[in-house]
C-alpha cells in the first residue's frame, strides 16, 4: 500500500515576524547601532527601487541584512521612508521595519524589543501583526527578488 505523506501548508507571511521602529536616526546609524547588539551583523544591501504607481518614478529605500545561523533567521532592516514617500502607508508612524524571516519565539520577541528599548534614540519598537498588512506580501516578494538580484550580480562581479 502507498504511503500518504501530508504536508502543514502555511501562507507566506506564516514565517515572518515584523518589528515597527520609529526614530530620528539616518539608516547607516541605526545599523551601527542595532550591530551592537548581541547578534546582530547588518550589511548595507543596494536599495530597494520600489516604482511610484501613477508616474512609475522609481523610490529608493535603504536595505540592511543580518543572517543569524544558529537560530534559523535573516533580519532585514527597511527605511519606511524615502525623501516625501511612504512605503508602507498603513505604517506612517514606523520609520523603519525589521522584518524576522524563520521561526522566533514569543521569547525571542520580548528579548528583541527590551534590546531594541535599550537604545535612547530608539522612540517606538514594537511587533506589528503581518496579517492587518494588505501591503506586506507584496513587499516580501519585492524584498525575494532584491535579494536575488543582489546574488546574482554579486556572483557576475566574483567571476570575472
Known sequence: MAKRVFLEVRSGSAYYTLVGLSTQLRDYRLSFLLNKL??????RYEDLMIPLADT??????SVYISSDEENFNQFTL???RS????LLSSLRQTDYLLIIE???KKQQMELLLKELRTIPTILLA????TTSLKQFEQLLSDLELHRIANTKRQEIAYNT
Open 38 to 43: 548581541p547578534g546582530f551583523r547588518f550589511s
Open 56 to 61: 512609475g518614478e522609481q523610490i529608493p529605500f
Open 78 to 80: 527597511l527605511s519606511n
Open 83 to 86: 525623501n516625501d514617500h511612504i
Open 102 to 104: 524563520g521561526p522566533f
Open 126 to 129: 514594537a511587533e506589528i501583526n
